[in-house]
């Protein structure tokens, strides 16, 4: 079927020149971060898809909104707007403002988990994880297997897994489970979405034997979307009406504002539970800042009112996700092997696959992130086995079965010209592979190892082999 021409819904009113460097800049500028995409200065790079966290483009309406920052150490107008958009979009009695995500998860985890419990959930997120291990906690992994095979096209790869889910709650007893913490458009699986009728099943389960479901919340606009075109009966439903619905199955969430909300600093947690909110707004005077503003200022609070409402535009969604879809689908088409399907907020790359030259302990991830830079000043990030770390234990190289790169795309800063440059200079990677020279440690940090680890190529000095056609990347969408 022939498709129309489609463009992003909006347009540029202000510009933010990007600094073009020649191969010989990026080749000096890789070595000097080891190899490490982390370790670049982002002057040196063209097309940043390191990250979609606190990366967004506020709109005209969100930069005004600044303006009207009430600066007052309490009671800010501005809190009282933004918890009346939360109170209407997510439908939660109590709306507590944090600095970021994990400032929420902090506070939840610390109120609910107690030293011994176990927090099921589906895949783990970093931060999450940390915060509810640092609570005494355990978290247990109940999300369908799909979610780990790669190729696997099964449309909700975030859905839980109720069986797992009953076998857990038999092993270890309800009054050791707290709650579930429920992620929606799941990110570690590669930005993949629940079901409607999973998150339902999920919550009732709970509900039954007594135990709480927290929703993390960070990604549902865009998992709305995907329930909006995949799921049966809720074609042509306002974003807005499914993210209530979701919300409703659940005793409240934490939220990352930095992602789908739209703003570059920001996050809350929301619930209903009267008791619980006294509680966490006391936590968060300890750890944020008063109750009202949370370690933000008055007009962060604004932004993010106005960017959590934009979050739910169908159209807005549509382009998000449409970007993501279209850069995954130039590189399938030209046979690079990428994760399946096509997840909501980034392309993840098989490198494992694409490098099958090189060995596991060559690092072909963070070799592929590396070797797509020094084409054409595309930054992304490693998520294989320099990320996994080594065993506590054996003290060896986990080599986890996923070893991908990860392509993340800003929401509403690049254009569909960004990506067609992106796309092609992977291909221009992918035809030359065999010419891409594995990495070993030449700095190992003990903790996190792949925010601040260097590496040097295995043989000569570049992570790429010279080849006799060396050229500049076309830079011209026009030609
Ligand atoms: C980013 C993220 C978090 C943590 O939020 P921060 O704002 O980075 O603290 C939590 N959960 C998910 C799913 C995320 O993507």
Redesign the pocket.
């Known amino acids: 079927m022939n498709r129309r021409a489609w463009a992003e819904p909006y347009k540029i009113k202000m510009v933010e020149p990007l600094r073009m460097t020649t191969r010989a800049d990026r080749e000096l500028a890789i070595a000097r971060a080891g190899f490490n995409t982390f370790l670049l200065r982002s002057r040196d790079v063209y097309i940043d898809l390191l990250t979609d ?2 990366t967004n483009a506020m709109s005209d309406r969100q930069w005004a909104g600044l303006m009207l920052g009430d600066e007052a150490y309490a009671g800010s107008a501005n809190f009282f707007h933004f918890e009346s958009v939360v109170r209407r979009c997510y439908g939660y009695r109590h709306v507590i403002p944090t600095h ?4 929420a ?1 902090h506070i939840l985890s610390q109120m609910c988990i107690k030293d011994g419990d176990v927090v099921p959930g589906n895949m783990y ?1 970093t ?2 994880k940390f915060h509810q291990e640092l609570a005494g906690g355990r978290f247990v992994d109940v999300i369908v297997d799909e979610a780990h095979d790669p190729m696997s096209e099964f449309p909700f790869k975030g859905n839980v897994d109720l069986d797992k889910l009953k076998k857990l709650i038999d092993e270890v007893g309800a009054d050791k489970i707290p709650y579930l913490s429920l ?1 929606t458009n799941v ?1 570690m699986a590669g930005g993949q979405p629940c079901s409607l009728e999973n998150i339902h099943d999920t919550c009732a389960l709970c509900h039954r034997h007594g135990i709480k479901v927290f929703l ?1 919340a ?2 549902a606009a865009e998992n709305c979307f995907f329930i909006r075109e995949r799921e049966a009966g809720q074609q042509d439903r306002p974003l807005a009406e499914i993210l209530r619905d979701i919300c409703s199955y659940a005793d409240g969430c ?1 939220v ?1 504002a ?2 789908d909300g739209l703003v570059n600093i920001g ?1 809350f947690l929301a619930l209903n539970d009267d008791e619980l909110a006294d509680e966490a707004r006391n936590l968060c005077v300890v750890y944020e800042g008063l109750h009202t503003y949370g370690g933000l200022a008055g007009r962060d609070l604004e932004a993010m009112a106005i960017g959590l409402q934009e979050s739910l535009d169908y159209d807005h969604i549509r382009a998000r996700i449409g970007q993501v879809q279209y850069l995954g689908r130039r590189l399938m088409n030209a046979g690079v092997p990428v994760v399946h399907p096509i997840g909501g907020h980034g392309v993840f790359i098989d490198a494992g696959a694409f490098l099958d030259h090189l060995p596991r302990e060559q690092f072909p991830a963070q070799s592929l992130a590396s070797a797509i830079y020094l084409d054409s000043g595309v930054r992304s990030m490693e998520r294989g086995g320099v990320s996994a770390g080594r065993n506590p234990k054996t003290g060896k190289n986990v080599h986890p079965r996923l070893e991908l790169v990860r392509l993340t795309l800003p929401r509403r800063v690049y254009t569909q010209a960004h990506l067609d440059v992106t796309a092609e200079s992977i291909m221009a990677v992918f035809e030359q592979r065999k010419e891409v020279v594995g990495l070993r440690f030449t700095y190992e940090p003990k903790r996190m190892r792949f925010f601040q680890a260097r590496f040097e190529p295995v043989e000569g000095t570049s992570v790429m082999r010279d080849t006799t056609d060396v050229h500049e990347p076309v830079l011209s969408p026009h030609d």
């Open positions: 966290s606190g970021q995500g994990r400032g998860e997120f931060t999450t992620e990110n993390d960070t990604r934490t990352s930095k992602k996050g």
